[in-house]
């Protein structure tokens, strides 16, 4: 696998990842029956970054790791519960792989920047 070939993976996942999320906790505080405001509370930090992941802007990724922290601290919360749901451990699945995959894709960028890649 060359590096282009690894850097289009990362980019991929990160994608794929980001969706995921946003649909898991989606569906998660539809189950939970929370109000429209909690939808907006809980989805609209990582709906900033929306933009900026498909138009595959660096600086985006990075400051959605940080952003990212907090939804994991979140998601171990639900995941620690007495019963948690398979939504939580999916939350917390995706939110790790989003992380980790977002900062490898950006470090691979920063360190060949000559590698140019078409959509």
């Known amino acids: ?10 980019r ?8 995921l999320l946003l649909s ?3 569906i ?6 929370q109000p429209a405001i909690i939808y907006f509370i809980v989805l609209f930090p990582l709906m900033i970054f929306a933009p900026g992941i498909w138009v595959d802007n660096m600086r985006t990724q990075i400051w959605m790791g940080f952003v990212l922290l907090l939804y994991f601290a979140s998601a ?26 977002s900062m490898l894709y950006t470090r691979l960028r920063q360190v ?8």
């Open 1 to 10: 696998m060359t590096l282009i070939d690894k850097i289009k993976l990362l």
């Open 12 to 19: 991929n996942t990160v994608k794929i990842c980001f969706a």
């Open 24 to 26: 898991v906790l989606a």
């Open 28 to 33: 998660n505080l539809w189950q939970q029956g």
């Open 76 to 101: 171990v919360f639900g995941v620690t519960k007495p019963q948690p749901s398979v939504l939580d451990i999916a939350e917390v699945t995706l939110v790790v792989v989003l992380f980790c995959g």
């Open 112 to 119: 060949n920047p000559d590698i140019t890649l078409e959509k």
